[in-house]
């Protein structure tokens, strides 16, 4: 197996993922598992316990982190298995900096032969020009074929210093706003980017701005003064979190532009944390007007999608393999496992008192979705990254101005600003957004044409704008002819997804599914590959 490269993340986001030839097979999260979010975790004994074939790998890479580095003292076992392995395959195992990681999975999976790279966290372990570790939040990269070159570091200390985005992000995400930045609940630093849409930045704007034009120390913020004026109002609230969204745009903006001029790249690859910011990455395309041609964000870019990237560095810029996945599709993002019938079957005679199944086809499932039912959907690989693109999703008919109240209601259980995302086969996105545009891994917020809005209420945020999903044959063929066969029934190629679960990780097993089925309101699920719909017992029609 001197082809294949198993990559391993042990610190919080762990996960592993399996490199085949160039081509990811399987990136798996622990959180999926386990059912609690962005876990601390051995990597090595994630991959040990869900891949047979171990034993027999040659490659094996991991980032520098000094969770990762003190893998030896904290899973000694694990190390030592890792040791024979490496002896018993005459292997290796490599090391590379968090960020470089980081810029290899957004260029490698894209499908551009050229790009600026630009990275943005809350920090991880880099090497600078002078051949010291630093902690780095933000780097700049160019990536040209199958080489990826570093033009900048920006770390927490050195001489190229400059305010943490990502770490400033978690800072008021908790001490401002009062919600999770991490484990076991997962950051929710979303929440906040869905608050911005009702605020007006102008009120805070030059305070959030002031702070993140220079290097400044976190302590010369005053979060208990925000704190306290979030707690006056909800506009308040809302006022403030538009001030850090507009900064923090402010802030990228003039780093894109800088190195956009250095390099006269015309396409731009985005990873990191903080690009998960889909409003932040929408607006690239509207800043960089005529001076950009595409805009790729990373479907995995927080830290558990270093595991490909690792892999993919190895692979391409030191064995100096071509590029693989240049096929103008997109890099898969259904890395999951796939589940049997049989283990699907075991799973629901679990629960053969509580649920009834029936055997139907797409068409009545599209009726079905008609007649305002919330339908979870279950097949094939679960999707990588914290976006569910129709293997693992809840689905709605959008066109209900109540739709998103129910979902939410019965299902869901977030705060009543967050906005759920469109899927739309990519054909008809010219017809509906201001920009025709691919967003396959719901990385951008596009605002909808004024004459479509009034038409799919149930997904349009409180700005006009919203996180689509971009749907092709290639991408998943299931997905795109039960949207193309709604579209046809309704005059409209969208459908609501959300990501099937409730507050907890995306589901990932058969039992999951279930579970969060029986737990929740959801009218039917659906499991795609065989054509079985459940209900619970009772309300299934004879």
Known sequence: MNNTIAGFHSSHDCSFSILEE???????????????????????????????????????????????????????ESWKKLQGILKKNDGKLYTFGHHQCHAANAFYSSNLEEALIITIDGGGTEVDDNSREVTAHLTVWLGKGNKIERLAVFS????????????FWTRCTKDIFGLSAGYPYGHQAGTVMALAALGNFKKYFSEFNDYLKVRHHPGQFNFQRFKDMANWSDQSKYDIAAALQTATEERIKYILDIYLQQTNQRNICLSGGVSLNCVMAGKIYDWFEGRIDKVYADPVPYDAGLVLGSSRYLWHHVLDNPRVERNNANSTSYLGYTYSKELIDNALNQYATKLEVAHINDDLLVDLLIDKNIIAVYGKGSESGRRALGNRSILADPRHADTKDIVNERVKHRQWFRPFAPSIIREEVKNWFIRDIDSPYMSFAIKFKDDCKNKVPAVVHFDGTARLQTVTKKDNSWYYGLINNFFKKTDVPILLNTSFNDREPIVETPEHAINCFLKTNIDYLYFYEYGLLVSKKGLLDD
Do not use: Q, S
């Not at 790998?57 to 990762?68: D, G, H, I």
């Not at 927490?156 to 770490?167: E, F, M, Q, R, S």
């Open 156 to 167: 927490d200390d050195g001489l190229n210093c400059a305010t943490n985005i990502g770490g």
């Open 22 to 76: 160039g081509v990811p097979l399987i990136h798996v999260e622990l959180e999926r598992y386990i059912r609690l979010k962005e876990p601390m975790g051995d990597g090595l004994e994630f991959l040990f316990a869900n891949y047979d074939n171990y034993e027999h790998l040659k490659y094996f890479t991991t980032m520098l982190n000094p969770w990762n580095g003190g893998i030896a003292k904290r899973y000694p």
